[in-house]
């Protein structure tokens, strides 16, 4: 009889790998010796990762399927969430969950957002559903202390990093998608400094609930008479209540209209918003008219990194409950040498069987080389941003610009495949509500559409990254990539794996020597139909590049180690990197013979197949 308690797995992360990636894999320490991080060395950092891990044991992790259950919903013009809510924000905020990376005189604790991304790991990990509260809210504080005036950033930002307000961002409206040049919501400028915002926003996360005293709005809208298309578009912070000349909080005609039912992420509520019904909606612009656009992408590539985050740590969890299932589950004998099965022996443990342990280490390559280059990405925008080196800074720039649209996608989309590997571990039992497995593969759902979907990343990847200065930010990640491939050469067991992971930068300059000439002739629709199909390729390669980072660190620590007990846990990394070189890097070569063919059926205009 299945054991109750593998309903509801009792662990959903290692916090062995999350600090041996960031600390070892990483190498945390370079990023420590910068002069802004001064105060914090390895041991304070990971006592702060072992607080965070407490704090989601405590209030993040036994609440998720509840939170499943009781989504948050619209009642009587308002948003009502989960309790929980007010704990992730308000307690969470105490411990600078929303505060931490940024400045000791802004409110922050001026930490590595390396480290800060990995204890958001920890916590999207534990409950998926609840830091994206903290997180919106920590990402629109950036953007008003970064670009707006003195005042605005005195008012506002400093209950926002407290976690007693929220903050969103408002960009998507409901005729424009993702099609950022249709946006309509209007911003008149009015006698007090300010303007008035008229106009709607749908699929707004985190845009009001009944724990929040104020929510402060990030939002693009188009100043009367300002120009067409994105070039047009200014950025307000628009509270849900504004203050005062006394400091009071007064409404500030900004209206909710309803909570989309999601299918997944159920407790993280999706609202959609209106702005001035009564004429009386005040917006505050940030920096200056017409800029808000480039603005936004300060936060953009730090969603992006959330949103890769999120969905690696949601298959993270829903590859231990798989485990877990796996060891306790048992089902069929093993054959014998002659090919049948001697019904007398005793049942064996899934886990015994070839198969599963394949769909188990698949799950785990997938998100622990995920979790890797999500550090990495986090690790660039430290260098990047603590560098007195103009060079140095745009490096780290380029090659955080070049692997952005990668930890973003590759989690999003290679993390639903995991999660339904782990429903086939749990066979008929996965279906069904009582276990968790079915719920995670509903909440990581949405992750690839967030913040841009697979399609428009892709896009992004070859149309604009991979096209970078002439090609500068693709050769520079590349000379990167070959910096690992030439220290794991140097190792006996990894210099295979190198050799392989070669081979594929050969066939990615090959594949981008046959698509660039079809843009240097103008013909972008042909230059970007299979856009999707190389960001599925590429990405293997940068997966790859990943596991290979993690052998050469696994290695370096296997010596060290000796016979200890650690030595079980380094090897098991050097498996699942032999894993993912056998069974997942082999799949580029079947995408190579896409994006080489000569067809262009996809965009035949005649094409009847699709009338």
Same mark, same amino acid.
Request: net charge negative; charged share 25%; aromatic share 10%.
């Given at each position: 009889? #299945?054991?109750?308690? =593998?309903?509801?797995?009792?662990?959903?992360?290692?916090?062995?790998?999350?600090?041996?990636?960031?600390?070892?894999?990483?190498?945390?320490?370079? =990023?420590?010796?910068?002069?802004?991080?001064?105060?914090?060395?390895?041991?304070?950092?990971? #006592?702060?990762?072992?607080?965070?891990?407490?704090?989601?044991?405590?209030?993040?992790?036994?609440?998720?399927?509840?939170?499943?259950?009781?989504?948050?919903?619209?009642?009587?013009?308002?948003?009502?969430?989960?309790?929980?809510?007010?704990?992730?924000?308000?307690?969470?905020?105490?411990?600078?969950?929303?505060?931490?990376?940024?400045?000791?005189?802004?409110?922050?604790?001026?930490?590595?957002?390396?480290?800060?991304?990995?204890?958001?790991?920890?916590?999207?990990?534990?409950?998926?559903?609840?830091?994206?509260?903290?997180?919106?809210?920590?990402?629109?504080?950036?953007?008003?202390?970064?670009?707006?005036?003195?005042?605005?950033?005195?008012?506002?930002?400093?209950?926002?990093?407290?976690?007693?307000?929220?903050?969103?961002?408002?960009?998507?409206?409901?005729?424009?998608?993702?099609?950022?040049?249709?946006?309509?919501?209007?911003?008149?400028?009015?006698?007090?400094?300010?303007?008035?915002?008229?106009?709607?926003?749908?699929?707004?996360?985190?845009?009001?609930?009944?724990?929040?005293?104020?929510?402060?709005?990030?939002?693009?809208?188009?100043?009367?008479?300002?120009?067409?298309?994105?070039?047009?578009?200014?950025?307000?912070?628009?509270?849900?209540?504004?203050?005062?000349?006394?400091?009071?909080?007064?409404?500030?005609?900004?209206?909710?209209?309803?909570?989309?039912?999601?299918?997944?992420?159920?407790?993280?509520?999706?609202?959609?918003?209106?702005?001035?019904?009564?004429?009386?909606?005040?917006?505050? #612009?940030?920096?200056?008219?017409?800029?808000?656009?480039?603005?936004?992408?300060?936060?953009?590539?730090?969603?992006?990194?959330?949103?890769?985050?999120?969905?690696?740590?949601?298959?993270?969890?829903?590859?231990?409950?798989?485990?877990?299932?796996?060891?306790?589950?048992?089902?069929?004998?093993?054959?014998?040498?002659?090919?049948?099965?001697?019904?007398?022996?005793?049942?064996?443990?899934?886990?015994?069987?070839?198969?599963?342990?394949?769909?188990?280490?698949?799950?785990?390559?997938?998100?622990?080389?995920?979790?890797?280059?999500?550090?990495?990405?986090?690790?660039?925008?430290?260098?990047?941003?603590?560098?007195?080196?103009?060079?140095?800074?745009?490096?780290?720039?380029?090659?955080?610009?070049?692997?952005?649209?990668?930890?973003?996608?590759?989690?999003?989309?290679?993390?639903?495949?995991?999660?339904?590997?782990?429903?086939?571990?749990?066979?008929?039992?996965?279906?069904?509500?009582?276990?968790?497995?079915?719920?995670?593969?509903?909440?990581?759902?949405?992750?690839?559409?967030?913040?841009?979907?697979?399609?428009?990343?892709?896009?992004?990847?070859?149309?604009?990254?991979?096209?970078?200065?002439?090609?500068?930010?693709?050769?520079?990640?590349?000379?990167?990539?070959?910096?690992?491939?030439?220290?794991?050469?140097?190792?006996?067991?990894?210099?295979?794996?190198?050799?392989?992971?070669?081979?594929?930068?050969?066939?990615?300059?090959?594949?981008?020597?046959?698509?660039?000439?079809?843009?240097?002739?103008?013909?972008?629709?042909?230059?970007?139909?299979?856009?999707?199909?190389?960001?599925?390729?590429?990405?293997?390669?940068?997966?790859?590049?990943?596991?290979?980072?993690?052998?050469?660190?696994?290695?370096?620590?296997?010596?060290?180690?000796?016979?200890?007990?650690?030595?079980?846990?380094?090897?098991?990394?050097?498996?699942?990197?032999?894993?993912?070189?056998?069974?997942?890097?082999?799949?580029?070569?079947?995408?190579?013979?896409?994006?080489?063919?000569?067809?262009?059926?996809?965009?035949?205009?005649?094409?009847?197949?699709?009338?």
């Amino acid at each position: 009889m #299945l054991k109750v308690y =593998i309903i509801m797995a009792s662990k959903y992360i290692d916090i062995k790998t999350v600090k041996f990636f960031m600390n070892n894999v990483q190498e945390l320490e370079k =990023i420590l010796d910068k002069e802004r991080f001064v105060d914090y060395n390895i041991e304070s950092v990971d #006592l702060y990762i072992e607080s965070v891990k407490k704090f989601a044991d405590r209030e993040l992790f036994p609440y998720i399927k509840e939170m499943d259950e009781k989504p948050a919903h619209y009642e009587d013009g308002s948003i009502h969430v989960h309790q929980q809510v007010e704990k992730m924000m308000k307690e969470g905020g105490a411990m600078g969950l929303i505060s931490a990376p940024f400045n000791y005189e802004d409110g922050g604790l001026q930490l590595p957002l390396l480290v800060h991304t990995a204890a958001n790991y920890i916590l999207d990990a534990a409950n998926n559903h609840l830091p994206g509260y903290s997180g919106l809210t920590s990402g629109a504080a950036e953007l008003i202390i970064e670009f707006a005036s003195k005042e605005l950033k005195e008012k506002y930002t400093p209950k926002m990093l407290t976690g007693d307000w929220g903050g969103t961002m408002c960009l998507t409206e409901p005729q424009a998608g993702s099609s950022l040049s249709d946006i309509v919501t209007k911003a008149t400028p009015d006698a007090n400094k300010a303007y008035k915002i008229s106009g709607q926003k749908i699929f707004i996360s985190g845009g009001d609930h009944q724990y929040a005293e104020n929510i402060v709005h990030l939002l693009l809208a188009r100043i009367d008479g300002a120009p067409a298309g994105t070039k047009g578009i200014s950025l307000f912070v628009v509270p849900k209540k504004r203050l005062d000349d006394n400091g009071e909080l007064v409404n500030n005609d900004v209206t909710t209209v309803a909570d989309f039912e999601k299918m997944g992420q159920k407790g993280y509520c999706t609202t959609h918003l209106s702005f001035g019904d009564k004429d009386d909606c005040h917006g505050y #612009l940030v920096g200056e008219e017409n800029n808000g656009l480039n603005y936004m992408f300060l936060m953009m590539n730090g969603a992006r990194i959330a949103v890769g985050r999120g969905a690696s740590a949601i298959a993270c969890a829903a590859y231990y409950a798989s485990l877990e299932y796996a060891n306790e589950r048992p089902q069929g004998r093993k054959l014998s040498s002659d090919g049948t099965k001697n019904l007398k022996d005793k049942q064996s443990l899934i886990i015994e069987h070839p198969d599963v342990r394949r769909m188990l280490l698949l799950q785990k390559s997938m998100v622990e080389g995920s979790m890797n280059i999500i550090f990495k990405a986090a690790k660039y925008y430290d260098l990047q941003h603590n560098s007195n080196d103009e060079k140095e800074k745009s490096k780290y720039h380029t090659l955080l610009e070049m692997i952005i649209p990668v930890v973003k996608t590759y989690p999003s989309e290679a993390g639903i495949y995991s999660i339904n590997n782990g429903l086939q571990v749990l066979g008929g039992y996965g279906f069904c509500s009582d276990f968790i497995l079915q719920q995670y593969y509903r909440d990581i759902r949405i992750s690839s559409i967030y913040e841009g979907t697979t399609g428009i990343q892709s896009q992004d990847l070859l149309g604009r990254k991979m096209m970078l200065n002439n090609g500068e930010g693709a050769k520079l990640l590349l000379d990167e990539i070959k910096k690992t491939i030439d220290e794991a050469i140097q190792d006996e067991d990894l210099k295979k794996w190198a050799d392989s992971l070669s081979l594929q930068l050969d066939q990615t300059q090959k594949i981008l020597f046959h698509l660039i000439p079809f843009a240097a002739k103008g013909d972008y629709e042909r230059f970007l139909a299979d856009a999707s199909i190389f960001m599925e390729f590429f990405s293997l390669v940068i997966i790859g590049w990943s596991w290979l980072e993690i052998g050469v660190a696994s290695k370096r620590s296997l010596i060290l180690s000796g016979s200890s007990d650690d030595s079980s846990f380094y090897k098991s990394k050097l498996d699942t990197l032999e894993y993912f070189y056998a069974y997942e890097l082999p799949k580029t070569k079947g995408l190579a013979d896409i994006l080489l063919h000569p067809s262009s059926i996809t965009i035949k205009k005649e094409n009847k197949v699709i009338s």
